[in-house]
């Protein structure tokens, strides 16, 4: 676990702290998408997608709303094969959350999927990478579902030629301040350093996901232990071994032995 006074803007938890702060949110989605933010809210996952979503074990990090678009920043430090089918699933989030809101569909927001990368998600070495949903068979048209994806390439911030995106790219791979907006990210980190409440949070949230680790590879152990005992028995069933032998060798209750038997016999 790293430890807290090490923390940069490239750590998930100051990522998400330093997002909170609302002018600095407004602003580095400005800078990066190049759009102007009237009025930038933090709203809440609506409770009826909430537990389907929470049980994915995948959560958005940075979710807010201007008045007609919706943003998902995420930070994304390690390589990640399912990155494209995670856009996705956060995009059917951004959706079904503003449906359930009460929104028609032809009311929906325009969606912005961001990930911020500290490495080169498509190994093309360019620093930005901006979909949008095309015609294959025409040039330049293009499907106005208002959801644009964008991935930043931090690595190769030295080839971006606007500077204001430049300037963060470097600061998230660099992890020192070069301009004014990158120092005010800089100053805030250090003050959230400063506060022992922060610190026991990030701690406490280390030690959940340490427990949550260690109880899925546990379960997980189990699970396969179980499928193990499944499989022997089957064997056994197959030999024609009595079901309470069966029961008795496996550790699998006579209830469960008596289920596959019946299973065996309908497949054969």
């Keep these: ?30 800078r990066l998408l190049k759009i102007k933010i009237k ?3 933090y709203p809440e996952i609506e409770k009826e997608i909430s537990p389907y979503y929470e049980s994915k074990g995948v959560r958005l990090d940075v979710y ?18 399912t990155l494209d089918l995670r856009t996705r699933y956060y995009q059917s989030i951004l959706d079904m959350d503003s449906l359930i809101k009460g929104e028609h569909y032809s009311e929906l927001p325009t969606s ?16 930005i990478y901006t ?6 068979e025409i040039e ?19 080839k971006e030629s606007d500077i204001e995106i430049k300037s963060l790219l470097e600061y998230i791979s660099s992890r020192k301040p070069v301009d004014d907006f990158t120092d005010k990210i ?36 189990q699970q396969g232990a179980y499928q193990t005992k499944v ?15 069966i029961s008795e060798g496996t550790g699998l209750s006579l209830e469960i032995v008596e289920k596959l038997a019946k299973e065996e016999v309908v497949k054969s």
Excluded at 5 to 24: C, G, R, S, W
Excluded at 64 to 81: P, R, S
Excluded at 113 to 124: A, E, L, Q, S, V
Excluded at 131 to 136: D, L, R, S
Aim: aromatic residues 12%; charged residues 35%; contains cysteine.
């Design 1 to 30: 676990m790293k430890k807290f006074e090490d923390l940069t803007f490239a750590d998930h938890y100051m990522f998400e702290k330093v997002l909170q702060n609302k002018e600095i949110c407004k602003e580095l989605l400005e």
């Design 39 to 41: 009025r930038l809210e």
């Design 64 to 81: 807010v709303k201007d008045t007609d678009k919706v943003f998902d920043v995420e930070l994304q430090n390690a390589i990640d094969e």
């Design 112 to 127: 912005y999927i961001i990930f911020i990368c500290n490495f080169d998600p498509f190994n093309k070495d360019i620093p």
């Design 131 to 136: 979909f949008f949903t095309k015609c294959e």
């Design 140 to 158: 330049n048209l293009t499907l106005e579902d208002k959801m644009i994806k964008k991935m930043f390439n931090a690595k190769a911030y030295f």
């Design 186 to 221: 800089h100053n805030l980190i250090s003050k959230i350093k400063k506060k022992e409440v922060n610190k026991r949070e990030y701690e406490n949230m280390n030690i959940h996901d340490q427990d949550t680790f260690y109880r899925g590879k546990k379960e997980g152990i």
């Design 231 to 245: 499989e022997t028995a089957k064997k056994f069933i197959l030999m024609k071994l009595p079901l309470e032998q």
